[in-house]
């Protein structure tokens, strides 16, 4: 077990290995003022950090070589998407497809950037991401030593996904592994997004963190499908940043497993009027996973919507937050904001805490957020068995039932069919829906 | 009337209840030590085992530190100006007839009548000024029904063995920095024993007056409802117009054994400050009821339309199998008003039920919080909740805030939880109008059926006050 400020000070050592010719550095500083997180931390009131401080993780950076094969498995059949897999937190070239985009200057890693890229990057680095409030972003941003920027050009509709797959390769020893994105869409532009966490074989030394800012300049439409199906035994911190201007349109569609700690930050800003927002999601946990997800919208200005809508799936010894918080700030008249959270809580041993919240400072609004924990419908069930599905196989549909609504809405059908399948291998150690799966 | 105007005419509204009475009075000087404490529990003369509670709840208090997790912003209280004790010099009224007929005359305007023949029908009333209890009123009826009501001094004098076995079982002295000062301090408050079987025979009601400058008003509340029991009773609250920030600090305790059912109504109405936000009552209330037995019923019905701060969160402990919690809350905060509140249901035995109904209206420059938690523990199977929380914002200047805290650790149980918030709607707005009904009165009927649901919850009497309350704040108020 390491002591908080052991870890931190560690992590402060780092700081000399980001890129020179990164601006600002504000995060080293937001750093170094931040306390790690602790039990009375309202943000992380539920998910104790200890996992992360069992093992020392920070001693090393991850490697970067992956069995081929078993990679190759566990990509998505995109055909026409551009694919850029890193390892660990590092590019894969031979994994990768994505010469043209790379060549039209959309997709350039940071240690490849021209001047023009680097000022882009220094321009929008951080600024949809507020270092001082999201301290594990901070400390991503740190001793930031390579990312990846994705340029989507002014009025041009981007043909084919950017399919971006994190992959995690056992480590011998504990060790670290950081990634990070920035999305700027320029004024109309187009695109589509796939991010694909995965891994190849066990997980247990490993550290994942995580960032990825999106800029939607005004009028940019994006389209984000964010899978999180790694292997259980991953420390996994993820923050995920988008900044809104004026008439954008954003939409999420995400599905994402338990590990023994991940932790999703979602945050959304309006910094112009008229931009809607939409996140659908489901998150499923089993075993002793552990999964944490924080969603933040900061509606700033008047006439924007957002739509947020997350299920929850949490079974065994399982635990599971989430808190939605909308943020209607003064004067942001005309805002019409709906969040809910639908969860299925199928164990004794399991827990889950929810806590959608509301802040409101304007009077022309329309909110609501509702949450709901139950189990599978009885009526439901007996439906079933009057029409001879035995109770175990009856469960076993009602559980998938709940779930795929969420899956079905996800715009891709190779995304579809990798969900499936690991949906499939998700439930084929949970006891109840064994009959179904166990074949 | 433009929409300004009907604003400010809401804002600037009056407060009926801001006269001062002048009594001579007994006021200890201001700040707080041991020798206070020692001095306030000899006044009433308790025995030793009182005073080391206080002490051992002081001691406690000492070590803790001012809560500052809420989401408000005040001004520190200053602990050591405030006097603990202050009571009218025509101190230990055998009867009606030795009080103080300016104190008489007070609760009368406040529409309090304590004389025999002005008394309230079917309600029996206990009168707390500054410190201390003044009357009570049928206490010969409720005697005769083995019904104890009488204040929480006089029941430590006569009744030790049900003070000793209740007194911080549901509040622990050492539960927060409020209820710590306390159960230091507290001076009086009532208390109330519903014997076995015994269904009280009238309403119960304590009004809280505060009169004195620079004073504190601790009071304590302890209800007991023994087996198969029930009783229903109301609390009302007034202070006088001031600038300086009176500090209210509350404990309520209610234990309901087997079968037992207790109905606790509040309309509070302390002085909420002027249109700048100047002086006012800090309301920091713990309020917890215990549903210790089978089948006991607990339910808090509040009315908040006073204070400049309020922080209370009426909570029940459901440990009784089959037990059910009730929550219902209208909170109306205006001007720079800040109110914090909701409530806690935990859930401990089987098959317990709690519903929490919670109605916010903000206006003015002021902000309403709704904060709940409903944990369901791991034995508490066939556990159910309904939450519902609205907010109402008239006004832009005003905040509407929603922070449920939803704990479940039982997967044989139910929980919904469901806000809202909006304005009132241009479109009800237009069928009353169309309807022949002026902006004014249909905004009045609309946020009254937005309350209804509470509404009817509370007793009678409080119904038709509280409908007035908040008829009267909301005159010429058009969202």
Redesign the interface.
């Known amino acids: 077990m390491i002591s908080p400020n052991d870890w931190k000070q560690q992590a402060l050592n780092q700081q000399h290995t980001r890129l020179p010719w990164l601006h600002n550095a504000a995060s080293q500083s937001a750093f170094a003022a931040a306390e790690l997180p602790t039990r009375k931390t309202e943000r992380w009131k539920y998910s104790p950090i200890t996992a992360l401080l069992q093992q020392d993780y920070l001693a090393r950076s991850a490697s970067a070589t992956a069995d081929e094969t078993c990679a190759r498995a566990r990509l998505a059949d995109l055909s026409n998407a551009s694919r850029i897999v890193l390892v660990n937190g590092v590019l894969n070239r031979a994994l990768s497809d994505f010469s043209d985009l790379e060549n039209q200057g959309v997709i350039t890693l940071f240690s490849m950037s021209n001047p023009e890229q680097r000022e882009l990057v220094n321009q929008h680095l951080g600024t949809a991401c507020n270092h001082s409030q999201h301290l594990f972003a901070a400390f991503n941003d740190s001793m930031l030593n390579e990312g990846l920027l994705i340029h989507a050009p002014a009025m041009q509709k981007l043909a084919q996904p950017v399919y971006l797959v994190y992959l995690g390769a056992p480590q011998a020893e504990p060790a670290l592994a950081q990634s990070r994105v920035l999305l700027v869409a320029e004024p109309g532009a187009e695109l589509q997004l796939v991010e694909h966490f995965d891994s190849c074989g066990s997980q247990a030394n490993l550290f994942h963190n995580h960032v990825t800012e999106i800029v939607l300049q005004p009028n940019a439409r994006l389209r984000h499908i964010r899978v999180q199906v790694e292997d259980e035994a991953l420390v996994h911190i993820n923050g995920l940043h988008i900044q809104q201007a004026r008439d954008t349109h954003y939409e999420q569609h995400g599905i994402a497993f338990g590990s023994q700690l991940k932790r999703n930050d979602v945050n959304v800003t309006f910094t112009g009027e008229n931009a809607h927002c939409e996140i659908n999601g489901v998150f499923l946990s089993k075993h002793r996973q552990h999964i944490d997800n924080h969603l933040n919208l900061e509606h700033a200005k008047p006439h924007c919507t957002s739509n947020t809508s997350f299920k929850g799936f949490v079974t065994d010894e399982s635990r599971a937050v989430f808190n939605g918080r909308i943020h209607i700030h003064k004067d942001a008249q005309k805002t019409e904001a709906h969040l809910n959270n639908k969860n299925l809580l199928l164990s004794k041993k399991a827990e889950l805490n929810t806590k959608p919240e509301l802040e409101i400072y304007a009077d022309d609004v329309k909110c609501s957020h509702g949450a709901s924990i139950g189990q599978l419908d009885e009526k439901s069930l007996f439906y079933f068995q009057s029409r001879g599905i035995d109770k175990a196989s009856a469960e076993a549909m009602l559980c998938l039932g709940f779930v795929n609504e969420k899956v079905e809405q996800i715009p891709s059908p190779a995304i579809q069919q990798l969900v499936a399948d690991r949906l499939a291998a998700f439930f084929n150690d949970v006891d109840k829906l064994k009959s179904l799966w166990g074949m | 009337m433009s929409k300004g105007n009907e604003i400010d005419d809401l804002i600037s509204r009056e407060y009926e209840a801001g006269f001062v009475t002048q009594v001579e009075s007994d006021t200890l000087p201001p700040g707080l030590n041991e020798d206070v404490i020692r001095i306030i529990s000899g006044k009433k003369n308790e025995p030793e085992w009182m005073l080391e509670w206080r002490l051992q709840a002081y001691r406690q208090w000492q070590q803790m530190e001012i809560p500052q997790?809420a989401h408000m912003k005040h001004p520190e209280v200053d602990f050591n100006s405030i006097s603990y004790y202050s009571s009218p010099k025509k101190n230990g009224p055998k009867s009606l007839d030795e009080v103080d007929p300016e104190i008489l005359a007070t609760f009368e305007k406040l529409g309090i009548p304590l004389h025999e023949r002005g008394k309230l029908a079917g309600v029996a009333v206990d009168a707390v000024f500054d410190s201390v209890s003044i009357a009570t009123t049928y206490k010969e009826e409720l005697a005769k029904a083995g019904v104890i009501f009488c204040p929480i001094s006089e029941a430590i004098q006569n009744h030790p063995e049900l003070i000793q076995k209740y007194l911080g079982s549901v509040v622990p002295q050492k539960d927060n920095f409020y209820a710590a000062l306390n159960s230091a301090v507290f001076s009086d408050g009532s208390f109330v024993y519903i014997p076995k079987n015994t269904r009280c025979p009238m309403e119960l009601s304590t009004y809280f007056r505060i009169n004195e400058l620079n004073t504190g008003q601790f009071e304590r509340t302890l209800i007991v409802a023994d087996e198969g029991s029930y009783v229903s009773y109301l609390e009302g609250c007034t202070a006088p117009m001031r600038d300086e920030n009176q500090l209210h600090a509350a404990v309520v305790e209610l234990v309901a054994l087997g079968d037992a059912q207790i109905k606790y109504s509040t309309v509070q109405n302390w002085y909420p400050g002027d249109a700048e936000g100047k002086g006012g009552i800090y309301n920091f209330v713990t309020k917890r009821g215990l549903c210790a037995g089978a089948n006991s019923k607990i339910s808090w019905t509040q009315v908040e339309t006073g204070s400049a701060i309020t922080w209370k969160y009426p909570s029940v402990v459901l440990r009784g199998d089959n037990s059910v919690g009730e929550f219902y809350s209208v909170a109306l905060t205006n001007n720079f008003q800040k109110a914090d509140t909701g409530t806690k249901m935990i859930h401990l035995g089987k098959n317990t039920r709690s519903t929490i109904v919670s109605k916010g209206i903000s206006a003015g420059r002021s902000e309403n919080v709704y904060r709940g938690l409903v944990r369901i523990s791991?034995r508490a199977d066939g556990a159910r909740n309904y939450t519902q929380c609205d907010?109402l914002?008239?006004?832009?200047?005003?905040?509407?805030?929603?922070?449920?805290?939803?704990?479940?650790?039982?997967?044989?149980?139910?929980?919904?939880?469901?806000?809202?918030?909006?304005?009132v709607s241009d479109d009800q707005l237009f069928l009353c109008r169309q309807r022949g009904i002026d902006e004014e009165k249909a905004v009045s009927m609309i946020v009254n059926g937005f309350c209804k649901e509470v509404f009817k919850e509370l007793p009678m009497e409080f119904a038709v006050e509280a409908g007035k309350l908040l008829e009267v704040s909301l005159e010429g108020a058009v969202?």
């Open positions: 997790w791991p907010s914002l008239i006004g832009d200047k005003c905040g509407a805030h929603t922070f449920p805290y939803i704990e479940n650790r039982n997967s044989d149980s139910i929980l919904e939880h469901e806000a809202t918030t909006s304005k969202g």
